[in-house]
Nanobody, 118 residues
Framework: QVQLVESGGGLVQPGGSLRLSCAASGIIFKLYTMGWFRQAPGKQRELVASITNSGSTNYADSVKGRFTISRDNDKNTVYLQMNSLKPEDTAVYYC????????????WGQGTQVTVSS
C-alpha cells in the first residue's frame, strides 16, 4: 500500500523560499512519475510540477522559473524547491504518483501547508 508523507511547509514572507519533501513507501519509487499538487481555499487542486522516472520535468506556467522539482530514488523522496514565493502560492501542497499511461493515484498524503504572507 502506497504511503506519501509531505513535509517542509511553513510561513514565509513574499520573496522567500521553502523546500518541500515527500517521502514515499510501499512502491518501487524509481518506476513512478512524481508530482506536486496544491490546493488553495475554495479552489480546485492543481498540478504544480511533475518529474518522470527518467528525470524529465514539467511545470505549471504560474511557477515556471521559481519552483524546481527533483527526486532522490535512493531515498524514495521527491522535493519541491520554491523560490520567490508569492501570496498566491499559499495552499496545502500534496505529492502524488503515477505510471506512464495511467492517471494520478487516488492515494493522497496529509499535505503540508505553505503560507506566504508579510
Amino acid at each position: 500500500q502506497v504511503q506519501l508523507v509531505e513535509s517542509g511547509g511553513g510561513l514565509v514572507q513574499p520573496g522567500g523560499s521553502l523546500r518541500l519533501s515527500c517521502a514515499a513507501s510501499g512502491i518501487i519509487f524509481k518506476l513512478y512519475t512524481m508530482g506536486w499538487f496544491r490546493q488553495a481555499p475554495g479552489k480546485q487542486r492543481e498540478l504544480v510540477a511533475s518529474i518522470t522516472n527518467s528525470g524529465s520535468t514539467n511545470y505549471a506556467d504560474s511557477v515556471k522559473g521559481r519552483f524546481t522539482i527533483s527526486r532522490d530514488n535512493d531515498k524514495n523522496t521527491v522535493y519541491l524547491q520554491m523560490n520567490s514565493l508569492k501570496p498566491e502560492d499559499t495552499a496545502v501542497y500534496y505529492c502524488n504518483l503515477k505510471r506512464v499511461g495511467y492517471m494520478w493515484s487516488g492515494s493522497w498524503g496529509q499535505g503540508t501547508q505553505v503560507t506566504v504572507s508579510s
